[in-house]
T-cell receptor, first 110, second 114 residues
């Protein structure tokens, strides 16, 4: 059975801290891994990772995929209160399906 | 360009009632899907479609029906609502994952079954 496991499930930090969110996966016909940020409503896309070892960056956020060890990390540096959200990781498999993890709830306190 | 539009945003149903959650996209996307999100469970795939006339089951299809008569619309029908179907429902669309495109989510529909 396909599964995506995120850790930690919940994290509380102070503004300015650096955080690392983890995502491990066991997905048949794995194609790529996606990260989303979810605030009040719909998830918004952050990264899609297809190749191992290539870091993707967007401002203070970065992510990398390890296809040998079957995991990905999402780093957020110099966190701000606006980074508070649920971060979702999903594995894309063949047949157009996404398998989501349960998410990591990040709270950034001022 | 409205993106992915879901209606209604909020709905309360009595056990046993039926209803349809509407989803429309104006991006000419091939792929559309429905997810439900429950506390502590992440998003789980209910049904998906890779094009007009083609639908398939996801992880949690029981109690739900879908159809895809047009590229734009992908309604989700609850046949006989149960309290276990209380959840937030998200419709999503994409041109094609194989092209490396991302998936766009609607704003969500909050459903309560009493």
């Amino acid at each position: 059975e396909d599964k995506v496991v995120q850790s930690p499930l919940s994290l509380v930090v102070h503004e300015g801290d650096t955080v690392t969110l983890n995502c491990s996966y066991e997905v048949t016909n794995f194609r790529s891994l996606l990260w989303y940020k979810q605030e009040k409503k719909a998830p918004t896309f952050l990264f899609m990772l297809t190749s191992s070892g290539i870091e993707k960056k967007s401002g203070r956020l970065s992510s990398i995929l390890d296809k040998k060890e079957l995991f990905s990390i999402l780093n957020i540096t110099a966190t701000q209160t606006g980074d508070s959200a649920i971060y979702l990781c999903a594995g894309f498999k063949g047949s157009e399906k996404l398998v989501f993890g349960k998410g990591t709830k990040l709270t950034v306190n001022p | 360009n409205a993106g992915v539009t879901q209606t209604p945003k909020f709905q309360v149903l009595k056990t046993g009632q039926s209803m349809t959650l509407q989803c429309a996209q104006d991006m000419n996307h091939e792929y559309m899907s429905w997810y439900r999100q429950d506390p502590g469970m992440g998003l789980r795939l209910i049904h998906y479609s890779v094009g007009a006339g083609i639908t398939d089951q996801g992880e949690v299809p029981n109690g739900y029906n879908v159809s895809r008569s047009t590229t734009e619309d992908f309604p989700l029908r609850l046949l006989s609502a149960a309290p276990s179907q209380t959840s937030v429902y998200f419709c999503a669309s994409s041109y094609s994952f194989r092209a490396g495109n991302t998936i766009y989510f609607g704003e969500g529909s909050w459903l309560t079954v009493v």
